[in-house]
């Protein structure tokens, strides 16, 4: 049955990919470094993307992947993680959709898997609300929804999340910032954010948690304002937020690693110094490697990595439910934090102790993504 799921999807990944455009990743490899957070790590170990699956029947196992679009590099690596974990080898059938960031985009690719018969549908969803009937839908064709990164926050019709944190990067971020600047002797701190995609709960969880401290510490947000999470938002943002705001900040908050390159551009063009010795104190959210070399060179203060590798745990998922086991509703995926100067060596959030590590050129060699 599932060999004639598999060409019959095979027919329709064609036509629906010919449809909906579909786009391939770039560099993708496993995350690792120091744990700064709770659970499982699902970045770790470079084996678990090229495990091959134990189906039992030896079917191939389809499954249906919903992805965002193609908007930042991080993007780019949680494609590539899921392409090489989902592979003909592995003994999967993988119709992946790039969709675009558009979330009516979203709902047709998952309703196209249902119709199409997969065997699970792996869903990133681009925005946190709008998915109960549809995924009612999923459940009532008897298709196990596995969702990965960005969480659902109105509806638990699914089997199993991997993902982040957002809102303990945000504290993160802000309780780093407060002890830099108390380190520096920075008693004022006036932020300007650029936040992420509007309704995606990897910018609300951001957002709330830098908030959380800001507040407590009595510091001034100027602006803070959607980049979409891409290059040419955070530079068209950074011109806007430089035009009105000139002389009066003195840290800028990218939610992603594409809008601090974007950011960047626009305060070079502004004649804005930022960075270790700069006047503005730079803060990106990722940590791709890329940005990461950024950090060690001391272009950006201190980046909050996001864990893009899921699709090794989503396996594991799919084998468990192979199994009639149960797997976990929510794996956290483990995430690090990086710092371009060594005097901010460990924060602590929600009472936990975590390691800031210094970006050294060594750590930079050693990113897997
Ligand atoms: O949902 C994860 C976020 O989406 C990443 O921080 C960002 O780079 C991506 O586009």
Not at 191 to 219: H, M, N, P, Q
Not at 285 to 302: L, R, S
Not at 323 to 342: I, L, M, N, Q, R
Request: include cysteine.
């Amino acid at each position: 049955m599932k060999k004639l799921y598999a060409i019959l999807l095979a027919l329709a990944l064609t036509l629906s990919l010919a449809a909906c455009g579909s786009s391939s990743g770039g560099d993708a490899q496993q995350s690792g470094g120091n744990d700064a957070q709770q659970s499982s790590d699902a970045g770790s170990g470079s084996g678990d993307a090229q495990t091959p699956p134990d189906s039992g029947s030896g079917d191939v196992i389809t499954v249906g992947f919903a992805q965002v679009g193609h908007e930042s590099d991080w993007r780019t690596a949680s494609t590539k993680s899921a392409q090489d974990v989902f592979s003909a080898e592995n003994g999967y059938e993988l119709a992946f959709v790039d969709c675009d960031n558009d979330p009516a985009k979203q709902l047709e690719a998952v309703r196209n898997f249902i119709q199409q018969g997969v065997d699970y549908i792996i869903i990133d969803p681009i925005v946190a609300t709008g998915w109960d009937t549809v995924l009612t839908e999923c459940e009532d064709a008897g298709i196990p929804v596995i969702v990965i990164d960005r969480t659902v926050d109105d509806s638990d019709k699914y089997v199993s999340w991997v993902g982040s944190d957002f809102k303990v990067e945000g504290l993160a971020c802000g309780e780093w910032l407060k002890a830099y600047a108390a380190d520096k002797g920075i008693t004022e701190i006036n932020a300007l954010v650029i936040e992420g995609s509007v309704g995606a709960s990897a910018t609300i969880g951001r957002t709330d948690g830098f908030k959380e401290i800001a507040d407590r510490e009595g510091w001034n947000i100027l602006a803070s304002q959607s980049g979409d999470f891409t290059e040419a938002g955070g530079q068209e943002v950074m011109e806007s937020f430089c035009q009105s705001y000139k002389g009066q900040f003195n840290v800028v908050i990218c939610q992603n690693d594409n809008e601090a390159a974007g950011a960047r551009t626009a305060m070079d063009t502004a004649g804005i110094t930022y960075g270790v010795g700069g006047d503005v104190i730079l803060v990106s959210f990722d940590a791709n490697k890329p940005y990461v070399q950024m950090v060690c060179d001391g272009k950006i203060n201190a980046n909050f990595e996001c864990n893009p590798m899921a699709a090794p745990t989503v396996s594991d998922i799919i084998q468990q439910l192979e199994k009639g086991e149960t797997p976990e509703k929510e794996v956290y995926v483990s995430e690090h934090w990086f710092a371009a100067e060594d005097n901010v060596t460990s924060i602590t959030v929600n009472g936990e102790t975590q390691e800031v590590i210094h970006a050294t050129q060594d750590v930079v060699d050693a990113r897997p993504y």
